[in-house]
């Protein structure tokens, strides 16, 4: 990465290293993703895919590197929810919803508005919120079980809500870990073009395993092993790479 | 609050060993009475019964310098106005303290009424002359106690007119240990002695420098405060050199009481640490198995003092296994019943386990009775012993040695077995170590029957320095939740090294800010400390704990 | 939206019986004759008005634990400081007509060879100011302990056991004579409040109303913050912390704010309990007294509110019964409590129930998928 990239990409992250208990998860991970880029993060288990959002997100503080925002704030100074305030969303791998709120609820939470104490405890709710919540609703296919609990939605559904949630958050980044485990190649040939058309207008970093589900997505690839980039390009490019059909495709 | 405790305990001890040594003395006295002597000693005791007070004087004298083996129970016995005689027979009785009456001369049961008898009376000449006679009675007494005893006492009183007397002891004495005494108190004596000459001087406080206490202390200031030229440059070097002995003494002394009490912690904190570290479940009924531990150890003594009094020095070893079979049992009961419907809701745990401890306490209370129970300590953990500057009771130096084997043992266990080995593997990654085939569930319940063992052995060991009641495991529960925490979860160094510098922080803060103000500022200290660092002072990492 | 009224049918309820009591109770002390089957006795009263100050301390402890998944073990120590900062208005009131007769100093200081009034004394002959300190105190300490421990997200047990380790400290220090709050003893022998004898019938049937209405008061406040979109955030806080994190709330600031509100609440209900029952002393901060006010809540249902009230009043009315009774059961009793409820009534009473009537409506409509149990891992 030259110094020309630090002003100009959305994110970027150079010689980032995280160790656990002596465990180096991310030995010198560098990536920067343009403004209203998608970007899709292939890698084996263990190689730091996760450790990395992690990071960008503020739950794990580097050991060494730097992580920027927007061209110049520096992310490791912030905590998770000044991150989050800043315009940064996040799927997790584990879909995480809130179980005893309804599925409605979730939304709401999720929906980009003011998330200090007092707007929460005194705050009216504005007007139209009740059109984006059953917009992101529909968009999300879960309009049927609004009023649901979240505890009691499927795997495949509660994929969905954290999309869905993601959506309302309406971020500049999306971090999307892992959208499709779990769904059927219908709901994954959905959730691709879901994704390509929220790309749109938001930078995009997608982890995935599914191979054809990064294929259709059709953007550029970077894969992670061993807590480093061994290898980025279009996804014909880094398959044919023989240290990734090495670590990761297989022969 | 255990200090005084244990203090009490420690006085009880003393009077049973004085009731043990008076029985003793009489045993001696009968068994080795010297016939011998036996005229010269009629003489003497009739004086006693010549009811006049010079004739008792004369008598006092006499006695002590006949060596007679009553001697110096008449003697006492005359001293508390129990020296009794019978006017018409002119037969000289004493009672002992219980009110037993015994013939002076042989020392044996008198089979008399003490209805007929009179009192030898005293005044101050008597009584002049009794101090004296058993000042010299000491020095020069066969029995090597009591000479030691009168080393010392002559050490603190510095009573001069004793001085021929240390001397010519020192001469006779064969004991190095009794000779040093009486070298210290000639040196006392001759630190303040007017017509001491310079090299005695010099001597002395050679002498009292080597002993370096606080009397010694007294003693080199007030010799500093006469003297002049060399002596007081003497005096002033040892006093400075002693200064710094005792302070550091004294922080020694602080060091030990603190590692005595962090020991305490660390007993009562370890089963702990292996539950919660296991299982991140809090148990709250912890403090009850250590209270079962305890009454474990009292119903032992108590079979013990009821069918083999003769195994009362091995009430403890009998009780420790047998506490941990109890406690171990019990705590496995609670994992099974209770706490296995409830992991992963460690708040719920908390509160369940919490009930149980209730349930425990009451059971105890209407088992046992509300009351403190007595539990003795075996001849072995009563006594102390001096060691240079310190002072050290025998019953916290073997809670401390006990404390230490079994930390090496709960150590040698993990690392060593392979239980140990499958347990780690759970604390580390429970979901990891199940899918590699390691059965959780026992592990758990083995876990949990393991900490609860060493909390029963714990309250064996705390029996000997706490009140036995159906309140004990309370009074410790807190502390020991904050050594764990504090000391970091899963991390059994971790809780010895917490355990063990609260101990002694405790001790150290004492002083300044008086018990109850300390152990509030530790607490305070420990919820700031836990705040800054939520993982303890040696904490697991990793997305396990994480959860 | 789901149904945002403040008042649902069980609110409805808990609203109309504790207004009637507050009404009818002094009515049927203070106006029925004492051979009517309607009088209630001053007995009762000083007992019923007790165990509403425990439902609001209750109330004040479900909105932290219940809502904000916060389980505090040091609730107590809110309650009491409430209450002493009560008892020392009180002690004050005394002036002259004590033991020692001093118009400025309380007994306990005259005995202690005081000579002035200690300065955290000052200002408590008035009432206003009592009243101000009573919500202060324990605020203020609430906010401190808050301050710290959520902003370094010391959370589930640990923060469970530090506030057991805080009321603690608490009730060690109020034990030393020297802190200036009556050591031992604590504070006592109160003659009068705001001119009124405290001993008084009329006193202690308006002292009982007050309860009943400040524990309406409490449970209205609580409910409207669970209502809130506040409320929502708590709850999600109680699910999934970190992710309410990762969606830009700071987690800390909603703690602070409810646990602080909870103690508040809390301090009202021991300024409440103290010129009813006469005393206040330092075992009120004993930590078992904190986890006993946990098992009312567990017992009545956590997170629904009326069932933290209802639990509080049931399991005290068992107490009574039980101490005065069969004295040597009560703690079985209360021990079983504990395991039993955590074991098979996780939800309580008012849980349970609600999620009946819920699955019976639910079936009614014919709507499948019931509730999964939230189960951490
Ligand atoms: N908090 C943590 N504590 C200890 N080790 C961790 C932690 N987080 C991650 N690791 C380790 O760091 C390495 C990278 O993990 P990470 O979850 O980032 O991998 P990943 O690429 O997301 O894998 P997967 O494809 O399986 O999701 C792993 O070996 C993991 O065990
Ligand atoms: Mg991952």
């Known amino acids: 990465m030259d110094g020309k990239a630090l002003t100009s990409s959305l994110l970027y992250l150079d010689g980032v290293k995280v160790s656990f208990d002596g465990y180096q998860a991310l030995r010198g991970l560098s990536l920067a993703l343009t403004p209203g880029e998608m970007r899709a993060i292939i890698g084996p288990n263990g190689a730091g895919k996760t450790t990395m959002m992690d990071v960008i997100t503020g739950k794990t503080r580097p050991d060494e590197g730097d992580v920027y925002f927007a061209g110049s704030i520096d992310l490791t100074a912030l905590d998770e929810a000044a991150i989050a305030e800043l315009g940064i969303g996040r799927k997790f791998q584990k879909p995480t919803v809130f179980e005893s709120h309804t599925v409605e609820d979730n939304v709401l939470l999720a929906l980009k508005a003011p998330r200090a104490a007092a707007a929460t405890l005194f705050g009216r709710d504005e007007a139209g919120i009740h059109r984006r919540i059953d917009a992101i609703l529909a968009t999300v296919g879960l309009s049927d079980l609004r009023a649901h609990l979240a505890g009691g939605l499927s795997h495949g559904q509660k994929q969905w809500l954290e999309i869905g949630m993601l959506l309302a958050q309406d971020p500049k980044l999306l971090l999307v870990d892992e959208p499709v485990a779990g769904m059927t190649d219908a709901e994954t040939a959905q959730t691709a073009q879901l994704l390509r058309s929220i790309a749109k207008d938001h930078s995009i970093v997608v982890v995935e395993h599914d191979m054809a589900f990064v294929r259709d997505l059709g953007v550029k690839v970077t894969v992670l092993h061993e807590g480093a980039v061994i290898a980025e390009g279009p996804i014909d490019q880094v398959s044919a790479d023989p240290k990734v059909i090495e670590v990761y495709l297989g022969r | ?547 | ?377």
């Open chain 3, 1 to 377: 939206m789901t149904s945002a009224r403040l008042l649902d049918l069980r609110g409805a309820i808990f609203a109309v019986v504790l207004i009637a009591a507050a009404i009818l109770v002094p009515i049927a002390a203070l106006a029925v004759p004492p051979a009517s089957p309607f009088h209630v006795p001053a007995y009762v009263i000083a007992l019923t008005g007790k165990y509403l100050c425990y439902a609001l301390l209750a109330v004040a402890l479900d909105l932290v634990w219940g809502y904000c998944g916060i389980l505090s073990l040091g609730h107590g120590a809110f309650f009491a400081l409430g209450g002493y900062a009560m008892g020392m208005y009180l002690m004050r009131q005394i002036g002259a007509r004590g033991v020692y007769a001093n118009p400025n100093l309380p007994d306990f200081m005259v005995f202690l060879n005081w000579h002035d009034l200690p300065v955290a004394w000052w200002g408590f002959n008035s009432f206003g100011y009592a009243l101000l300190m009573v919500l202060a105190v324990p605020g203020v300490l609430a906010f401190a302990f808050g301050w710290f421990a959520f902003r370094s997200r010391v959370t589930g047990v640990y923060l469970s056991i530090i506030t057991q380790a805080m009321t603690y400290a608490l009730l060690l220090a109020f034990f030393r004579n020297d802190m200036g709050f009556g050591g031992n003893n604590g504070l006592t022998d109160f003659k009068d409040i705001l001119g009124w004898n405290v001993q008084a019938e009329p006193t202690r049937a308006a002292l009982f109303s007050l309860s009943a209405i400040a524990l309406l008061i409490g449970y209205l406040i609580a409910r409207a913050v669970t209502m809130s979109k506040f409320g929502k955030v708590l709850v999600a806080i109680r699910d999934a912390e970190s992710r309410t994190r990762f969606l830009g709330y700071r987690v800390e600031n909603y703690k602070l704010l409810v646990f602080t509100l909870s103690a508040m609440m809390a301090g009202v209900a021991g300024a409440l309990y103290v010129p009813q029952v006469g005393i206040i002393n330092p075992s009120e901060f004993a930590p078992a007294n904190s986890i006993e006010a946990v098992i009312w809540v567990a017992v009545g249902g956590r997170g629904t509110l009326v069932g933290a009230a209802i639990g509080a009043v049931l399991v005290n009315f068992g107490k009574t019964y039980f101490t005065g009774a069969l004295p040597e059961y009560w703690l079985f009793a209360l021990g079983a409590l504990f395991v039993l409820v955590t074991l098979f009534l996780p939800k309580g009473i008012v849980g349970t129930l609600g999620q009946l009537f819920a699955r019976e409506r639910r079936a009614a409509v014919g709507a499948r998928g019931n509730r999964v149990p939230a189960v951490a891992e």
């Open chain 2, 1 to 547: 609050m255990t200090a005084s405790f244990g203090r009490g305990r420690a006085a009880v001890a003393a009077t049973r060993d004085l009731i043990c040594g008076i029985a003793l003395a009489i045993l001696l006295c009968l068994a080795w009475g010297t016939p011998a002597r036996a005229d010269a000693i009629d003489d003497t005791l009739a004086r006693f019964a010549s009811d006049k007070f010079p004739e008792t004087e004369k008598a006092i004298g006499e006695l002590a310098a006949s060596g007679a083996t009553t001697a110096a129970a008449i003697l006492d016995a005359l001293g508390e106005n129990r020296l009794l005689f019978n006017p018409s027979t002119r037969a000289v009785y004493y009672k002992d303290a219980a009110g037993t009456l015994f013939d002076a001369k042989t020392g044996e049961k008198a089979g008399v009424e003490a209805g007929g008898l009179k009192k030898v009376r005293l005044n101050n000449a008597v009584r002049g002359a009794l101090e004296a006679a058993k000042g010299d009675m000491s020095i020069l007494s066969p029995d090597p106690a009591r000479r030691l005893a009168a080393a010392e006492s002559v050490f603190k009183s510095r009573d001069q007119s004793a001085f021929a007397k240390v001397e010519a002891a020192l001469a006779k004495e064969t004991d190095t240990r009794i000779k040093l005494a009486f070298e210290q108190a000639r040196a006392a004596l001759l630190a303040t002695k007017v017509d001491a000459s310079e090299a005695q001087r010099l001597e002395a406080i050679a002498t009292l420098r080597a002993r370096g206490d606080q009397d010694a202390m007294g003693l080199l200031e007030a010799a500093s405060a006469t003297a002049q030229g060399a002596v007081k440059a003497a005096a002033d070097s040892a006093i400075a050199s002693l200064n710094l002995t005792l302070a550091v003494w004294k922080n020694l002394q602080n060091v030990w009481y603190g590692l005595s009490l962090g020991s305490v912690l660390l007993l009562a904190a370890i089963g702990l640490a292996i539950t919660f570290g296991v299982m991140g479940v809090i148990n709250m009924a912890h403090g009850e198995m250590v209270m079962l531990g305890a009454y474990t150890t009292f119903i032992v003594q108590e079979w013990i003092r009821a069918y083999q009094p003769g195994l009362f020095d091995y009430s403890l070893a009998i009780a420790i296994p047998l506490a941990f079979a109890i406690a171990g049992i019990a705590g496995i009961a609670i994992e099974r019943l209770v706490i296995r419907f409830l992991y992963g809701r460690p708040l719920e745990t908390l509160l369940a386990t919490w009930g149980i401890s209730l349930i425990l306490q009451q059971a105890v209370r209407t088992g046992f009775g509300p009351n403190n129970r007595d539990v003795g300590a075996p001849s072995w953990m009563a006594g102390s012993f001096e060691l240079g500057g310190l002072s050290i009771t025998y019953g916290r130096m073997w809670i401390i040695v006990f404390t230490i084997g079994v930390f090496l043992a709960l150590q040698l266990v993990l690392r060593a077995t392979p239980f140990g080995l499958r347990m780690r593997a759970v604390t580390q990654n429970r979901r990891m170590a199940s899918s590699m085939g390691i059965n959780t569930n026992r592990i758990d319940a083995l876990a949990f029957g393991l900490g609860s063992g060493i909390a029963g052995i714990a309250g064996v060991a705390l029996s000997q320095i706490d009140n036995v009641s159906p309140n004990l495991g309370q009074s410790y529960i807190i502390d020991s939740f904050l050594v764990v925490v504090f000391g970091g979860v899963g991390n059994l160094w971790g809780t010895l090294v917490a355990a063990l510098s609260l101990g002694v922080a405790n001790k150290f803060l004492e002083p300044f800010v008086g018990a109850v103000l300390g152990k509030i500022l530790l607490l305070v200290f420990i919820i700031l400390f836990i705040q800054k660092r939520p993982r303890g002072l040696f904490a697991l990492k990793g997305r396990a704990v994480e959860a």
